[in-house]
């Protein structure tokens, strides 16, 4: 099984500041075709996940610009270029390469 | 609109079977995938195993081979989620999505809470 392991588990971050959450994986997620699949999902509180970006740079529709994901092979990187009070909640990181398997979670909350 | 609408929350007695669902709309349902998600109680994301509602293939996360059954009917566009003897530590949310390789879980249900206490 892949293992993905983020860091760090929890942050206190104050509105209009950046935020930073890494994600490695225990094998490289660069598929044969090209792509890697990697992808990092959000949960409120209260709410179902939500996609956020998907084949580790690319924003889901309706995602807003100060987040952006980069990364190859087996280590990436969430950012939020200026954290909102809307942002606040549990951010995963999920691999596709053979089955699917998240990471830990790192929960998120506004200083 | 594109949606997955899951059933409500069920309350079962260890030993009891149950089968939970996820219909899904606003999309070709054989076209797509849908997975299935496990969240305990503060615990974070496990994924559980997908279905192709085209042709009924299944794929599972060895942490829950054996232990679920994913299926689906694709004449009512829905995907379902069962056990045959339900254990108390099957207490969770349990969440459907529509899954492809490139989005991974793009559109997800609202949760379905799964409580198994004696």
């Known amino acids: 099984d892949i293992v993905m392991t983020q860091t760090p588990l929890s942050l206190s971050v104050t509105p209009g500041q950046p935020a930073s959450i890494s994600c490695k994986s225990s094998q490289s997620l660069l598929h044969s075709d090209g792509k890697t699949y990697l992808y990092w999902y959000l949960q409120k509180p209260g709410q179902s996940p939500q996609l956020l970006i998907y084949?580790?740079?690319s924003r889901f529709s309706g995602v807003p610009d100060r987040f952006s994901g980069s990364g190859s092979g087996t280590d990436f990187t969430l950012k939020i270029s200026r954290v909102e009070a809307e942002d606040v909640g549990v951010y995963y990181c999920?691999?596709?390469?053979?089955?699917?398997?998240f990471g830990q979670g790192t929960n998120m909350e506004i200083k | 609109e594109v949606q997955l609408v899951q059933s409500g929350a069920e309350v079962k007695k260890p030993g009891e079977s149950l089968k939970i669902s996820c219909k899904g709309s606003?999309?070709?349902?054989?076209?797509?995938?849908i997975g299935w998600v496990r969240q305990m109680p503060g615990k974070g994301l496990e994924w559980m195993g997908i279905?192709?509602?085209?042709?009924?293939?299944?794929r599972y996360s060895p942490s829950f081979q054996g232990q679920v059954t994913i299926s689906a009917d694709k004449s009512i566009s829905t995907a379902y989620l069962q056990w045959s003897s339900l254990k108390a530590s099957d207490t969770a949310m349990y969440y459907c999505?529509?899954?492809?390789?490139?989005?991974?879980?793009?559109?997800w249900g609202q949760g379905t809470t799964v409580t198994v206490s004696s």
């Open positions: 279905i192709y509602p085209g042709d009924s293939e299944t």
């Open positions: 999505a529509r899954h492809t390789r490139s989005y991974g879980l793009d559109v």
């Open positions: 606003g999309y070709s349902f054989t076209s797509y995938w």
């Open positions: 999920m691999q596709g390469i053979h089955l699917w398997t």
């Open positions: 084949e580790v740079s």
